[in-house]
């Protein structure tokens, strides 16, 4: 079996391989310099285990499917951090910040297209194709709920869940599937596997809810607290609304629509609702139960427990990061 350690290794000698004209030079430099620029590999890894798990073998054209899933991830990025207005990603001037918003829309769009170049690689590439263009529709409907619900007073763990599922968890989940159907995995496992990553995903992103506002800001890679300020629903803010009595619901939505505090105050107050409403033990709470749930699934994929030993360790380590 193969690790992700060294599954990411490889992944990062077939990005370093990839090759992109070389002009016009400021279409081509961002995606360049937004794919090199650090991350976890963490979906396009997941790909290549879920295929090592049927296969034991995995071939170049494997490789290019698990790439051209993670340059849909970085295209996804490009254009969240031009919505999101960030300066910083994985510790590093963000495209938009570096190249202005022009050139970061074009270099995000021209990702794209890699992406599904690479995809269509594959020697049954339609079978990959819907279940890759399902969760990029899923990525994009999760983006505009985020964004709507900026402009919500409060929204419900319901909400909320369906949102994650679509914008962070649904191409984790596709990662997984196209990488047991790539490998010629019974539907059945394909499933399981698909919904071992959805559990994974939505707890991957209550861990950068946490991490946003409780991390320190070297070693998590961007400004702490952008979630606060820019009036995010995560799932501390949730937490906190449904736990609060009626009038102190009301100071904290008042706090989280404010914009006359500073941003480290601002940060400050709402962390001390965030205390009172035990918000940090209600989302260590669902995390573990979504990890439960993602266990369950893995058990029930159709080999040896032992082939699966590796997903386990993953999910216990993607749960459990600071960063």
């Known amino acids: 079996m193969h690790t992700f350690s060294s599954l990411s290794e490889r992944i990062a000698r077939a990005i370093d391989g990839l090759s992109f004209p070389q002009s016009p030079a400021l279409l081509y430099q961002p995606m360049r310099y937004a794919l090199l620029s650090g991350g976890k590999r963490i979906r396009p890894a997941l790909l290549l285990m879920c295929t090592d798990l049927f296969l034991q073998k995995i071939e170049q054209e494997h490789v290019d499917v698990s790439l051209g899933v993670e340059l849909f991830h970085c295209f996804t990025l490009i254009h969240d951090d031009i919505m999101d207005k960030a300066d910083l990603r994985r510790g590093q001037p963000t495209v938009v910040k570096k190249w202005g918003v022009n050139t970061a829309v074009l270099s995000g769009d021209a990702m794209l297209i890699e992406a599904y170049k ?8 339609s079978a990959l194709l819907r279940v890759f263009n399902h969760a990029a529709t899923d990525v994009c409907e999760g983006q505009q709920l985020d964004v709507d619900f900026e402009q919500q007073p409060s929204i419900t763990e319901e909400q909320y869940f369906i949102m994650v599922g679509k914008k962070t968890a649904a191409l984790l989940a596709a990662a997984a599937a196209m990488g047991a159907l790539a490998a010629g995995a019974p539907d059945t496992d394909v499933q399981r596997l698909y919904g071992f990553a959805r559990c994974l995903g939505v707890a991957f992103q209550l861990r950068d809810d946490y991490l946003d506002v409780y991390s320190d800001t070297g070693e998590f890679g961007k400004a702490t607290g952008g979630d606060i ?15 609060l009595a009626e009038q ?17 105050a601002k940060v400050e107050r709402v962390k001390a609702f965030y205390d009172k409403a035990r918000a940090v033990q209600r989302l260590k709470e669902v995390e573990n139960s979504l990890f439960a749930a993602a266990m369950q699934n893995l058990a029930m994929v159709s080999v040896p427990q032992e082939r699966k030993l590796l997903l386990e360790s993953l999910a216990q380590e993607l749960l459990q990061r600071t960063k």
């Open 118 to 125: 690479l995809v269509c690689r594959a020697t049954d590439a």
């Open 229 to 243: 300020a820019a009036g995010k629903k995560t799932f501390l803010f949730v937490a906190t609304a449904e736990a």
């Open 248 to 264: 102190e619901r009301d100071e904290f939505l008042q706090l989280m629509r404010s914009s006359h505090l500073s941003p480290d």
